[in-house]
């Protein structure tokens, strides 16, 4: 069976964007993607909410094409094309990007996507749909990049209502850039 890998960048007090959404925090570095590219190797399938597919499309598409393109922007970008991209939304009826499918409601979807062949899938962004699959306790694995700064508000990536949840730490790596990958199972 396939499963839901929840693949954030997040703030060491659990925020996913700043009180104003700016995510200017976030460290990116060749270091990181290397660290990411296995997981996007393992997977065929990306879950998305509305808001941030529509940031994804306006520069997915064309970035592996683009001059002066990064290794990072060629293989996330070849990826992210071939890739199904799921987009979960009660008001989005049209996609132009190719192998896009936008779906309501999360539980029934959510079951039937595991049940499909294929590679596992990952969540990434998407701070609201984040929240509903963790506290459905749909997430199989958390990939969490903990960047070292606080922000004291914004976009929580973890529901205001949290059941329990047992975790099994599988890896944790320090990055040179000070960020923390950390990689938990659920039990």
Request: proline letters at 4%.
């Amino acid at each position: 069976m396939r499963k839901i890998i929840l693949l954030e960048h997040v703030s060491l007090d659990g925020y996913l964007a700043g009180p104003k959404g700016e995510m200017d925090w976030i460290h990116v570095d060749d270091e990181l993607w290397d660290h990411v590219h296995p997981l996007t190797d393992e997977a065929d399938a990306v879950i998305w909410g509305r808001v941030t597919y529509h940031m994804m499309e306006h520069y997915w598409p064309t970035a592996a094409d683009a001059p002066g393109a990064t290794q990072h922007d060629i293989h996330h970008g070849r990826w992210v094309n071939a890739a199904t991209k799921i987009v979960f939304s009660n008001s989005l009826v049209k996609t132009k990007w190719e192998n896009t499918r936008v779906v309501k409601g999360v539980g029934k979807t959510v079951t039937a996507l595991k049940q499909e062949p294929g590679k596992n899938i990952l969540l990434i962004g998407s701070a609201s749909v984040a929240r509903a699959f963790i506290g459905l306790g749909l997430i199989d694995e958390y990939r969490l990049t903990i960047n070292a700064v606080m922000l004291g508000g914004g976009a929580p990536l973890f529901p205001s209502e949290r059941a329990r949840r047992d975790l099994k730490l599988v890896s944790s790596k320090a990055l040179a850039s000070g960020v923390l990958a950390v990689h938990y199972e659920k039990v």
